[in-house]
């Protein structure tokens, strides 16, 4: 009896070591993964998302209350607000560094014609958004806010700020994750609008 209890004991004990060490196990595979991903010189924001070529998801954000342009009400962010035109949607929020750093690039993409540039306000307090806008000036068309953070979510963002470029039929045509520099607006998104330009020309 003894013999075959200590028997029955050594795999359950077995079992119970796999498992002890199963999240250790788990965490020196992941940091494998993203030593080699660095260690490969990839910028993370080439991670590619699975919304591309597929239908942006819908739009019916509530605007952010007192934001004006020029006396007007900056309205709220719908599918309405991108419907049949080539469009930035960006997710910001006041609390983050980055779209601070981003922000002089926004204010020159909302001067180009070709594309109309709106904002998703993810997570954020009204008063310190419009704080920031009134601070570094609203680049945004229309602005929808998302406190909860259900738009972004639906929009696969990874963490903010991020921007996809959305063609007049809908459908996501590049996402750039993290803030725009000077060398992603010239040798990722100026192309890409480009592109989508081209495309939509023999069309008009």
């Not at 068309?141 to 979510?153: N, R, Y």
């Not at 607006?185 to 330009?197: C, G, V, Y």
Request: hydrophobic content about 45%.
């Amino acid at each position: 009896m003894t013999d075959e209890t200590n028997e029955d004991a050594v795999p359950a004990n077995r079992r119970r070591l796999w498992i002890a060490f199963l999240p250790l196990v788990l965490f020196i595979a992941l940091s494998g993964v993203f030593l080699y991903q660095l260690g490969s010189g990839k910028d993370a924001s080439e991670i590619p998302s699975v919304l591309i070529g597929t239908k942006a998801p819908s739009l019916d954000l509530p605007p952010l209350d007192g934001l004006t342009a020029n006396g007007v009400p900056v309205p709220a962010l719908t599918d309405a607000a991108i419907r049949g035109q080539l469009s930035l949607v960006n997710v910001w929020a006041s609390w983050c560094v980055p779209c601070r750093q981003e922000h002089p690039i926004l204010l020159e993409l909302s001067r180009d014609p070709r594309v109309e540039l709106v904002g998703i306000n993810y997570k954020d307090k009204n008063d310190n958004a419009l704080k920031f806008l009134g601070e570094l000036g609203n680049p945004f068309a229309a602005v929808g806010v998302d406190p909860a953070g259900k738009a972004a979510i639906d929009w696969g963002v990874y963490g903010i700020p991020e921007t996809y470029l959305v063609g007049p039929d809908g459908e996501i045509l590049f996402k750039q994750i993290g803030p725009f520099t000077t060398e992603s607006l010239r040798d990722k998104l100026l192309p890409a609008i480009e592109k989508a330009m081209s495309q939509a020309a023999p069309a008009g």
